[in-house]
């Protein structure tokens, strides 16, 4: 059974930070990719970072580099996203997401989180 459950969004104002959280089933975290994408309303989830199966650098949209870091504890099988210096258009519910890959295509996506909510104000 793979389990994926973020917390951690909420609302914030421009150039704010956030921390999400991905607490995520032992399974999860040491058989696949691992990593977090965004959605808004009317449109497909877009990939925001992640690691490859067995960790290694990790990945990130270009939209968001430089801003935000995806990091992981094997030791309670987590996986984190800060989110420093946050704009508008960073509002979008966010998920936590397990695949064998992890690349910006969402259909690559075996199992998901339930999302949680940033809204960033201006």
């Known amino acids: 059974q793979v389990r994926l459950a973020e917390s951690g969004g909420g609302l914030v104002q421009t150039g704010g930070s956030l921390r999400l959280s991905c607490a995520a089933s032992?399974?999860?975290?040491?058989?696949?990719?691992t990593g977090w994408f965004r959605q808004i309303p009317g449109k497909e989830r877009e990939f925001v970072a992640a690691?490859?199966?067995?960790?290694?650098?990790?990945s990130y949209a270009d939209s968001v580099k430089g801003r935000f870091t995806i990091s992981r504890d094997s030791s309670k099988s987590a996986i984190y996203l800060q989110m420093d210096n946050l704009k508008p258009e960073d509002t979008a519910i966010y998920y936590c997401a397990a695949g064998p890959v992890m690349y910006s295509n969402p259909r690559l996506v075996n199992y998901w989180g339930q999302g949680t909510q940033v809204t960033v104000s201006s």
């Open positions: 690691f490859q199966r067995g960790g290694g650098s990790p």
């Open positions: 032992a399974r999860a975290f040491s058989t696949y990719a």
